[in-house]
């Protein structure tokens, strides 16, 4: 169900006027969608087969900040044009807009030779190809955790982030009485997103106030990274109708539960069998499966920076959050960092809890792929899983800053053999200029203890 549009059928849409605007959008470093929004009539008679954008796009910051530092582009180099791709299996409806339908597109370099290797959709399908090529196809799905808040975007801006209130006042795991209150968003959400070919299976209340989870039917990677994205861009529009924030900021508050996106993650051989059941093994985890395992748990700080890439990311990583500290793995233990789920069934697989909601998903599962190849090819063996607590004992930590996680990436061969050098040091960069960003900045926190007092 990668998108509910063919060519033809838009065609024949725009004819009617049903639909008069097609937003062609490719994903940046952050996992957003940046793009244009054709005519509907320009885009069937020429602008399907390709577009151009500056190629910044994959050399900026959350701000849109142009970066020093890159060699991809630069002042020096005059910040050129990369080509958008339009790959048409995506073309949808945007049903929660008026008249108006959505395609993703690939970036290729200026004259549309190649991919280029850094962006998003390129590194996860690289990592796809490389399993097909093993006789294997990655199976995933993601959860979406993220905060309603009583007002706008604008206002919230306005105030300086200041008045910060959820839109309901107590913790609504599960709820139905205060999710109630939030279905002139939630259930916009889920029929807009329906609508729009995205396979949604529900919303639940999440363990905060004003905090909800999106789930979405799984699939395979570049369906799940596809979905994943344009799920995020479709809430924060729709709160944004209704007249409310909704935030994907995994920390918004100390003393407040974070936002998460745990990830689900199978392998299946070519032919739908699933590659990580195995009936004669304890848990029903088969060989393949104990060496995925093995890899996500060895390299699981190689990757880090892939699943919380700001500095806010870490400030989720505390005992007793339900977010993980330690590389362990266990059996339906939502304290571990990797836990197993629909164990001795067809259906066992590996769910990591490291992700928060900020993370880009294409970067996320492509880098969860490439450790779990290195584990099947290196045969690694997980151990046994954890019991109990997972925030104590003394399995090694998860990196607990940006800082530490930047240096894990930059220092990772299996990622440097898996992505190359290149890309690896595009990413080390981008996570650099986090810091150098964060560290640049007076917080309200310094001047509130320091004042006075100091």
Known sequence: MPGNL???????LTESGEIDTVLACMIDMQGRLMGKRFHAQHFVESAWEETHCCNYLLATDLEMHTVAGYRSTSWAAGYGDYVMRPDMSTLRRAAWLDATALVLCDVLDHHGHHEMAHSPRAMLRAQVTRLEDMGFSPITATELEFFIFEKSFDDIRKDGFRDLTPISGYNEDYHILQTTKEEDVMRALRNGLYGSGVPVEGTKGEAEAGQEELNIRYGTAMETADNHSIAKHAAKEIGWQKGRAVSFLPKWHADRVGSSSHVHQSLQMLDGAPAFYDAGEDLG??????????????????????????????????KGSFAPTRKVWSVDNRTAAFRICGDTSPGVRIECRVGGSDMNPYLAIAGMLAAGIRGIEEKLDPGGPAAGDAYEGEAAHIPSTLTEATEALRQSTMLREAFGDEVVDHYTRAAEWEQEAFDAVVTDWEIARGFERA
Request: net charge positive; no cysteine.
């Open 6 to 12: 063919s060519l033809d059928q838009l065609k024949r």
């Open 285 to 318: 985890m088969s060989e393949t499966m104990r060496h995925y395992l093995g890899g996500l748990l060895e390299y699981a700080g190689d990757i880090t920076f892939f699943l919380a890439p700001y500095v806010n990311s870490y400030k989720r990583f505390q």
